[in-house]
């Protein structure tokens, strides 16, 4: 329910016409005017009650001070994201591209965040989406609208005292339990603390309070919210008092809890507290129960805070930090409760780690929350705390050298696979100074080693999982690092070493120590099986890797099994997984499968279009197995729909990609569906790309499964001179190919001839005017891959804006 907003009918009048007027409103006014107020209640009125009316997503900015926080906080509203190697502002266009919805940035500072340029490009390149900014200044942009809020009218000195100003601060005195005005009687006092407030209404409040404190007659005349925190500072009681500074010197909403430990008291004396300076508008509570400040009175409550008020919240914050993080490094839950306080955590975590005397502690608190935050996907989260913490210095070697590690994993998981990469040096800096040095740089070398494999670099993958069993041949990583190998060898169709691999990192008897590894390596004997033409073997192998998961909650690998079990068995009822809180290495499989299901239901526009999200994806990501297998989804797909240039052009890439990469299985797979694309355009190549992929398969005792099944063209009797080198693709075979598919042209050249057929799609449509969005339903493919198709472009071309690009496709044509 919100508070009644007073006096504001010609403004909110005014809101609302220039709403329905402008994507972009800027409500403007000086501190304490009630703007987010009335931007409340006109985006209740705006997006509630209407079947097809707009979403609302509201950012709190008061405490954004630069553009990075503000698109991450803007991104979270929207319940959107960023991929790998994705750009804030291009996510955020995305997420409001084709989309009904008014995004509030209240308390924005337009100038600390310079945010007014990217809103004007992202209202540029989209077409529905709305932006309400609360803020003392404008932006000066093209497409803003302002709409300015000044003070309340306060009655003049012979005028009738009535009106919002002198309603609100009734209202207010009987809040605070004040006694009743009498108007009549009190008017001197009442037009002398009216007029001191200017008709502010937050200082309008503020003397009520006072008033209902100690009488109006003896209230201050304030003549700045400074001089009211400072009034009402003075008439509070020792507790309370000590409770206003200290919660001033925090910058972010806590709970009671954090509230406890911050003021040295129970819970329940702390809720008294809040609840005192609640009831005297010094502190809000919202629905979720966490109490926050207003700006104006943070800031002048922080300038009362002494330095043991400095100390005490620094000393509150660590020690709840450290009664609430998990007791050991690798437990924890996504519902662990400290999450609901997770800026109070990193604030812990970060002030604790500045201090040479803390670093220690907080060193163990940042090592001991990893596996929540890793649990419940908040990798953003954990690059921020791990990655500060690292920042102000070293810690005790053996947890640095973990904590390196673990930001290492989180920072490739968010912005890339090699993105880590710089931490896992900082790992074995840290691991010189451990106790048992060799142990810790076999476990970072066994990271990089799945940092390698990840990104389909299987060579270096295969040299780390080695260097770390050399480093510590007998250590507790040595199986994990086999179970790399035995991955490794799977994908390269090296059978034999897989399955040796494999046998060697499984324990002679069952023990409930890294249960996931023998999990992780019964699926890759399970696709080996697959791959040999064992398919009952590797359903049956399958299936009983993803119960035992089950009752293990071993939810990562358990869905990774589940995955491939999908395609392979189409009776299984999968598990319900929300794909947006999956880690990507996990999330891009299970998209992939759901284009593959589309795909069999009929639906390949739908299947084409997850698939280049995926690719996409995968590319940003650095996940080049993902990469490679969704570019065979969305060739399969193209096929399917006739578009046999695109098709082309996507085997082709994926062609060089298993050539790259060592993956043999992937390319027989990519060269039968040319194959196919061949036979489609009846050329006499088709059974030679047939014979190319049997050559590649024969020496693995592999055989034909998936779509390359579907093809099913007869090859000739042996691949063409020059394309295949032993058994695998020789270095000149991506060339030779990629002849078979290419005619010479009588054009004239152009600047644009440096841009694939694919990016010639989307520049000639940006020349039509189309956004994203419409660029992407006209391709079936999806905005991110539009999106990246453009970040080539203006590479390939070397400009940097849309109107450019559409410039130089009209010179061209």
């Known amino acids: 329910m919100l508070s009644p907003c007073l006096g504001r009918d010609d403004v909110r009048r005014a809101l609302h016409e220039v709403l329905g007027e402008s994507r972009w409103v800027s409500v403007v006014g000086p501190p304490g005017s009630g703007k987010t107020l009335l931007v409340r209640h006109v985006a209740a009125e705006t997006t509630d009650g209407a079947l097809d009316g707009p979403t609302l997503a509201w950012v709190d900015a008061r405490n954004l001070r630069s553009l990075d926080d503000l698109l991450v906080a803007a991104l979270e509203s929207l319940e959107s994201e960023t991929a790998p190697g994705d750009s804030l502002v291009g996510a955020l266009g995305r997420a409001v591209d084709g989309r009904s919805c008014l995004l509030v940035l209240d308390g924005l500072d337009l100038d600390a965040t310079a945010a007014g340029p990217v809103l004007q490009a992202m209202l540029e390149s989209t077409t529905d989406a709305r932006v309400v900014v609360t803020a003392l200044t404008t932006a000066g942009e093209p497409l803003e609208s302002v709409v300015r809020v000044g003070p309340l009218p306060v009655p003049a000195h012979r005028a009738p005292l009535e009106g919002p100003a002198v309603e609100l601060f009734l209202r207010r005195i009987r809040a605070a339990g004040g006694q009743q005005v009498d108007l009549a009687a009190q008017a001197h006092e009442v037009r002398r603390l009216l007029g001191a407030t200017g008709g502010l209404p937050l200082l309008i409040e503020q003397v009520a309070v006072q008033s209902a404190l100690v009488g109006l007659a003896n209230a201050m005349s304030t003549v700045s919210l400074d001089q009211a925190v400072d009034s009402a500072h003075d008439l509070l009681d020792d507790a309370s008092a000590t409770a206003l500074r200290r919660i001033g010197l925090l910058d972010f909403r806590v709970g009671l809890g954090v509230l406890a430990r911050v003021l040295d008291v129970g819970v329940p004396e702390a809720a008294e507290i809040a609840g005192n300076l609640v009831r005297r508008s010094l502190l809000e509570v919202d629905v979720q129960g966490q109490f926050d400040m207003l700006s104006p009175i943070r800031g002048r409550a922080r300038a009362l805070a002494a330095p043991e008020d400095h100390e005490a919240v620094a000393a509150g914050l660590l020690a709840w930090a450290q009664a609430h993080a998990p007791a050991h490094d690798n437990y924890g839950a996504a519902d662990a409760e400290w999450l609901r306080d997770l800026p109070a955590m990193r604030h812990a975590v970060l002030t604790a780690c500045a201090d040479p005397a803390t670093r220690a502690e907080g060193y163990s608190v940042a090592n001991r929350i990893f596996s929540s935050l890793y649990t419940s996907m908040r990798t953003r989260e954990a690059v921020e705390i791990l990655e500060g913490a690292l920042a102000f210095g070293d810690g005790p070697p053996t947890l640095g050298a973990q904590i390196a590690r673990r930001a290492g994993i989180a920072a490739s998981e968010m912005r890339g696979t090699y993105e880590g990469l710089w931490l896992l040096d900082r790992a074995d800096q840290h691991a010189s100074s451990a106790p048992r040095p060799e142990e810790q740089l076999a476990k970072t070398a066994s990271i990089r080693a799945e940092m390698h494999l990840d990104a389909g670099d299987l060579a270096s993958a295969e040299a780390e999982a080695k260097r770390a069993l050399s480093l510590d041949p007998q250590g507790s990583i040595s199986r994990q690092a086999t179970r790399t190998l035995a991955d490794v060898y799977a994908s390269q169709g090296r059978f034999a070493e897989a399955t040796q691999a494999a046998s060697d990192a499984m324990p002679a008897r069952t023990t409930g120590d890294e249960r996931w590894i023998d999990l992780s390596l019964r699926t890759v004997l399970a696709r080996i099986a697959l791959e040999q033409g064992r398919i009952a073997e590797a359903v049956a192998g399958t299936?009983?890797?993803?119960?035992?998961?089950?009752?293990?909650?071993?939810?990562?690998?358990?869905?990774?099994?589940?995955?491939?079990?999908?395609?392979?068995?189409?009776?299984?009822?999968?598990?319900?997984?929300?794909?947006?809180?999956?880690?990507?290495a996990v999330r891009l499989p299970v998209l992939a499968q759901d284009g593959r299901d589309l795909l069999v239901r009929g639906e390949s526009r739908k299947a084409a279009g997850l698939a280049a999200d995926v690719v996409a994806l995968a590319d940003s990501a650095r996940l080049g197995r993902d990469g490679v297998d969704a570019r065979l989804l969305l060739g399969r797909a193209l096929v399917d729909l006739g578009d046999l240039d695109q098709a082309t052009t996507t085997y082709l890439t994926a062609l060089e990609h298993c050539r790259s990469m060592r993956l043999p299985l992937r390319a027989a797979d990519v060269l039968d569906g040319l194959a196919a694309v061949a036979r489609a355009r009846e050329m006499s190549e088709a059974r030679s790309l047939a014979a190319a992929a049997f050559a590649l398969r024969t020496p693995r005792l592999a055989v034909r499964w998936g779509y390359s099944a579907d093809f099913d063209i007869v090859p000739a009797s042996r691949p063409p001179e020059g394309w295949i080198d032993g058994d695998e693709l020789s270095a000149d075979a991506v060339t030779l190919v990629t002849a078979v598919f290419t005619r010479p042209t009588s054009a004239q050249p152009s600047v644009l001839d440096a841009l694939t057929a694919a990016e010639r799609q989307v520049a000639d449509r940006v020349a039509h005017g189309l956004t994203s969005r419409q660029i992407a339903e006209e391709l079936f493919v999806s905005p991110r891959t539009v999106d990246a198709h453009l970040t080539h472009i203006y590479r390939k071309l070397d400009i940097n804006t849309r109107a450019r690009l559409a410039a130089l496709v009209v010179d061209n044509r």
């Open 543 to 584: 299936r009983a890797v993803v119960l035992e998961a089950r009752e293990l909650a071993e939810d990562r690998v358990g869905l990774l099994a589940e995955t491939l079990l999908r395609g392979l068995d189409p009776t299984w009822e999968p598990t319900e997984v929300v794909r947006e809180t999956l880690p990507w």
